[in-house]
């Protein structure tokens, strides 16, 4: 059983106009291995399957052992070196996101344990 203390975090990617698939390379090739460097446990991405949604929305849970430590964390992947220069080069031609939605997640106690 998962402990009460463990949350997950809902976000959502709302990508600049014609920039989504950007953005999804920059996941695939370095975001993701950057939060797992960082103790951001990505659980799962998705991208909508019907306009408007499809063209310009990214959507990812990740989990965290508690909101505090989310908060340590993201601090952690935010000030690294390599994340800003990642972010720095893939924004040369203008940002790749417009808006980001964040949700703290508890899981019900209906709900399966996530693994």
């Known amino acids: 059983m998962q402990s009460s203390k463990v949350v997950h975090e809902l976000r959502i990617y709302h990508a600049a106009p014609g920039k989504l698939a950007e953005l999804l390379a920059r996941f695939r090739d370095h975001t993701d291995k950057l939060f797992a460097r960082h103790g951001l446990k990505s659980v799962a991405y998705w991208t909508p399957v019907d306009e408007p949604q499809k ?4 959507i990812y849970i990740l989990q965290h052992p508690s909101r505090e430590e989310a908060v340590a964390n993201w601090k ?24 980001i939605d964040s949700t703290f997640l508890a899981l019900t106690d209906f709900s399966a344990p996530l693994h």
């Open 55 to 58: 063209s310009n929305t990214l």
């Open 76 to 99: 952690s992947f935010q000030d690294d070196p390599e994340w800003k220069t990642v972010k720095e080069k893939s924004e040369l031609n203008g940002k790749l996101t417009e808006s």
